[in-house]
């Protein structure tokens, strides 16, 4: 029977090249890919002609990625973390349920109460009838889908226990040869 | 072993909630029949009328019915009979005063029939966009149908409709019609009625509290409902505006006399409006002719807020239009009476009264 180590113990094992892939990975869908569709998204519009009347709903969604990749870089760090330790290792599940407990504040952080307000300038649609559609606005509430990603994440945090109970033996042989 | 049985079944159970919940929402905005829209949206209802409305409005349901279908069509009795001489041509105001007469006389000789629906030669029910209903001189009726058809998957929740009329600032907001919340279930159409009851005194004052640039009449239509089984909704308002080409009006506001006139008449508003009414000691008249707009509150002698308040404040939401002996008394609900009171102070903010 391999010798038990301590939650300590076990942060000093863990491998850099399993860390660093996850973390560039992190940032390449948190900050890369955002920035790239905000981009791709300002060229689009500014190519339709249609600035003015997109300008809310491209503010809004402009403030949501923004909020989602300001407030996703811990999430970086903490994807480094979780894979740099393997399966098995306490520190493994400690990082990944402060990870999983950060992406549901994440989640919140970007879209406040579950909802995602938009508005639309729509006054330059029919500019010469009598009749014209002034602006819309169209606020997405999807609370509850929101409120099943966090079971689903809890659930994940159960796993990453189950993960660390099944593979702990291992991981310890691993150690002591 | 049981550790690893425990882990197997997790392992189970997270990668069927993933696949489940993305399977759900995935299913759920793609139509059962994909070479059709998912939601199908009209606003119209069928013409079918009281043939105890009036001689002018059934004329006026009659011809814009008839005028946008573009075909004749004749008038059918809720059994199914075609009554005589109730062919009406677009366009044609002499036939539409013909089928009138003609319906008026066969319900005043068959007395069991309360309705009559239009129908064209191939027995297709016209439908109208809104349907004028029996008006007097403060309240404007209307009524109209939405009809939803659900071509999703999940059935659409709490789906509710309502129709503002609002100022061209935003700041003022008076609600129409109001549908209570309804469910349509998947493959469904269903019709949400809609009657809308304008008040010309409210509507004329609502114009008036905006920024005062134009007479253009503004609505809102806020609809919201929710979906996938109520974990996500929508809300929408949309704002439209109907252009105005009166130029904007003389208005002279002070604490006891609102006074506003135009020399162009407001396309909005009926053409013949010429309402006397008298609401405490408060006196109103609102003209809207070929000749212009004009609306007039108050006599200048007594403050119209207190007035109207004091009148509020005893519970008495009564409104006395015309003069005596043609005079008719219309009694206000304690909300429209509220509104009208709320329109008034603000009008008097607006022109620093």
Redesign the interface.
Known sequence: MPEETTLKQDMRHGSWGKGILAGVLSFISIVAVPLALMWFLEGLVASMGAGDEMAEIFNTLNETIWRLMIYGIPLIALAFLTSFYVKGNKAKVLFTVIALSYSIIWLFLVFPGGELPVSLET?GLFPD??????????????L??ML??V??ML??M??SY??Y??NREKYLKKLSE | MHVKAFSVIMHAVYALAIAGLILFVALGFIPQDTGEMPLDVKLEAESTYEVSESNGVLEYNFSDAVDNHGNPAEAYTDAGVKIPGTMIYPEDDASVTAAVTAVKAYAALNPDVTTVTLKDGDGNVLTQMMIMKESNEITTNMYTEISITNRLRYDLIDIAIGVDQLNDSGTVSYRVAECPPSTIKTGETFSLPIDISINSLNSALIMLTGSGDTLSMYMGFDVSGRYLYGLAGASIYATAVFESTTAAPDVDISATQISITSTDPIDQLPSDLNVTATIGAITVTIVNDSTGFSVVMGDGTVNIVDELQDQYDEGDYTIEVGVPPDNEVITLTQEEYAQMLDLVKQVMEAGGA
């Open positions: 006054s009838g009598e009749f014209s559609l002034d602006s819309i606005s169209l606020t997405l509430d999807f509850g889908i099943l990603l079971i689903i659930l994940r159960v796993l189950a993960v109970k099944s």
